[in-house]
């Protein structure tokens, strides 16, 4: 997770109605995050040969207020995985913004450290998100980025300017790695358009390595 201070007003366009920006000491951000589905199930059912794969997204936080109750989550600008299949179901039943294009990883762990690579290939450039971490699993402190950033348990959807969707993500608090070094070479501009482009040259104002979980998405949406 490579998260980057930005203007509200580059995220508002975004903006699914009914929510509203969440702000982390007055700042909103957006994240580039790489990941691993692993051993996908629809229904409790393995999904064969498409099951595991690489996810690249670019994604910022947002809230839901409900009388006292306060819903915080996310919103994704992009998600990028291998599959079209993957992409054309997203984006056909769900209103989502996938695209299909080539990816790859690399991960290697050892007793003193771990090393993560994600890679995704647009318009014949190899971009990457890179990462070196200690091995040591930690507890998020309260208050701090890495809870903020992790602690966003709802997805919202722009389906249009009116209707939104909501849909809950249920897994444990999870734990980081301390992070040594990174190396981000993404053409932000080529991926999400011209709003984002200055991200390419601004250095992110953290680096966050988690170890991940079981997940679980309810499929069901629902339309507000």
Known sequence: MANYAV????????LPNGVELDFYK??????????????????????PVLGTFEEINLRFYVKRVEGNTVKRGVVFINETVPYKMVAWVANKLYKEHYIAVQTKN????????????YQWKI?????????????????????????FIFEHYYGYTKVSNLISQE?????????????????????????????????????????????????????????F
């Open 123 to 147: 318009n014949n450039e190899w971009n990457h998100i890179t990462a070196n971490t200690a091995i040591k699993n930690e507890t998020m402190l309260p208050d701090s980025i890495e809870e």
């Open 26 to 47: 007055n700042k909103t951000y957006v994240s580039l995050v790489g990941f691993m589905f692993k051993n996908t199930r629809l229904f409790n059912i393995p999904v």
């Open 167 to 223: 849909y809950k993500v249920n897994h444990p608090s999870w734990q980081v790695n301390k992070v040594s070094d990174y190396s981000i070479q993404c053409n932000f501009k080529t991926m999400y358009g011209n709003a984002f482009s200055s991200l390419t040259n601004q250095q992110p104002d953290s680096v966050i390595v988690a170890k991940g979980s079981p997940v679980t998405v309810k499929l069901k949406r629902t339309n």
């Open 106 to 117: 690399k991960i290697e762990i050892t007793n003193h450290s771990k090393s993560i690579k």
């Open 7 to 14: 203007s509200p007003d580059l995220l508002k366009p975004y």
